[in-house]
């Protein structure tokens, strides 16, 4: 839900700023952004917040008056989905196998099959990819991403920041750099988005799956706990496998 209000007494890049962080503070918001020119300001809400609400963050600062006026952005009907599981899930599907194929072709040029240099150009190879997508729309994944993710969620910037430590980690994977490190990274950063999808998915919450960014319209299910898991328990194999 995206409604838009009218808050008066912004004058500069700071009121702005300041607006949208006294809205993003309230429970149920996931974003609010707020267009100095027009006044208007759009607030992105998992749940319904009340203009009662929204007033008391504005209680300490009298300067900024919210307009008890709003739009809301047109509903879209939803229709059910009667794709097969493979329809929906064809992208990531591809995605997987191509990045399995290349991966594994690279082996044909060494004598015998090592299995921890396949795991590297495999992570490689997911990171790059899907951080790509993400780059598309930073703000629509960044959107998507706060509404299910739990250090998105709490931590300021994280969700813009995602796609590029994504980046990061598919170069450190597919240049071999300190890959302890970057696999102790991985285990724990793929850990705790595991965690946010899996409260989503059991609380049968009909998000979009924001991992191939907007791209792609993906519900969130038990396919993205795989996607997480797969990732965790193949860093932290090779860790063991490191540390060994």
């Not at 329809?87 to 090592?114: C, D, G, M």
């Not at 299995?115 to 994944?141: C, D, I, P, R, T």
Request: glycine share 4%; proline share 5%; hydrophobic share 50%.
């Amino acid at each position: 839900m995206t409604p838009t209000y009218h808050v008066s007494g912004m004058t500069c890049a700071s009121c702005k700023a300041k607006v949208e962080k006294l809205i993003t503070s309230l429970p149920g918001v996931v974003s609010a952004y707020a267009n100095l020119e027009t006044g208007d300001v759009e607030v992105n809400m998992i749940n319904h917040v009340s203009f009662e609400k929204l007033q008391e963050a504005f209680s300490e600062h009298p300067k900024y008056q919210l307009s008890a006026k709003m739009v809301l952005m047109p509903k879209v009907e939803e229709s059910e989905d009667t794709r097969s599981w493979v329809e929906i899930y064809k992208p990531i599907l591809l995605i997987f196998f191509f990045i399995t194929v290349v991966s594994l072709a690279i082996q044909l040029r060494l004598p015998a099959f090592n299995l921890l240099l396949w795991m590297n150009h495999f992570m490689a190879g997911f990171f790059l990819v899907f951080s790509f997508f993400k780059f598309l729309n930073l703000k629509e994944f960044a959107d998507s991403y706060k509404m299910y993710d739990l250090p998105a969620r709490y931590i300021p910037g994280y969700a813009f920041a995602y796609p590029f430590i994504e980046f990061g980690l598919g170069i450190l994977y597919l240049l071999n750099i300190e890959p302890l490190l970057t696999n102790s990274l991985t285990a724990v950063i793929m850990a705790l988005s595991l965690v946010g999808v899996v409260q989503s998915v059991m609380d049968k919450r009909k998000i979009k799956c924001a991992c191939l960014g907007a791209v792609f319209n993906l519900p969130m299910s038990t396919v993205t706990i795989i996607e997480d898991s797969l990732m965790v328990v193949m860093s932290i194999s090779m860790v063991f496998q490191l540390i060994v």
